[in-house]
């Protein structure tokens, strides 16, 4: 094969690595939760690898409950932020 | 069935790179929100379809199916939510005409 799931899993963790460069150095808010995302996606994406290469579902499970809560974790930060905002 | 994983695989890097490219090079919120969320979309959704291939018909594939189905829904609306908080906080959209300061 010529790319393996080893290769993929290492590419991901240096994307993730990459875009967490936005997280420190973001000018405002905004680009610090985009780059969240991103991050949240990508690490997703290596749980779905892991799953993939060791034949275990028990990892999808984990992938999922990891979706969900980075779903409902962006959803609250910017809620609080915007009643932070509003509140002034 | 290994080669079409493949192609997926490479579609996937590609456009990871491109994705993360965006993310550190580009102007504004709203560029940046649209490189990420396209790009990034794009490219775990093919690693997705390339673990449904390599897995073949078995129950793994079919978890990886529902992942893939509950990411299809919750990544666009998360960047919905992203844009909506920005643009909210009054931040103006980057021209091109703009001098800089």
């Known amino acids: 094969m010529l790319l393996s799931w080893d290769i993929m899993i290492y590419f991901f963790l240096g994307t993730t690595v990459l875009s967490m460069v936005r997280i420190v150095i973001g000018p405002s808010s905004a680009d610090r939760l985009i780059a969240l995302n991103l991050v949240s996606a990508q690490v997703l994406a290596i749980l779905v690898i892991i799953a993939a290469k060791e034949n275990l579902s028990i990892y999808l499970d984990v992938a999922l409950v990891y979706d969900i809560f980075g779903f409902v974790g962006l959803l609250a930060i910017t809620r609080y932020l915007l009643k932070k905002e509003t509140s002034k | 069935m290994i080669w079409l994983a493949q192609i997926f695989l490479l579609l996937g890097i590609v456009f ?86």
């Open chain 2, 16 to 101: 990871s790179i491109m994705g993360n490219l965006g993310v550190l090079i580009f102007p504004d919120v709203y560029t940046r929100l649209q490189a990420s969320s396209t790009c990034s979309t794009t490219s775990v959704f093919s690693v997705f379809i390339a673990a449904i291939l390599s897995a073949g018909f078995s129950p793994l594939s079919g978890k990886i199916l529902v992942i893939t189905a509950f990411f299809l829904v919750s990544s666009p609306v998360s960047s919905y939510i992203i844009a909506r908080y920005a643009w909210h906080n009054e931040i103006v959209p980057w021209q091109k005409t703009r001098k800089k300061k």
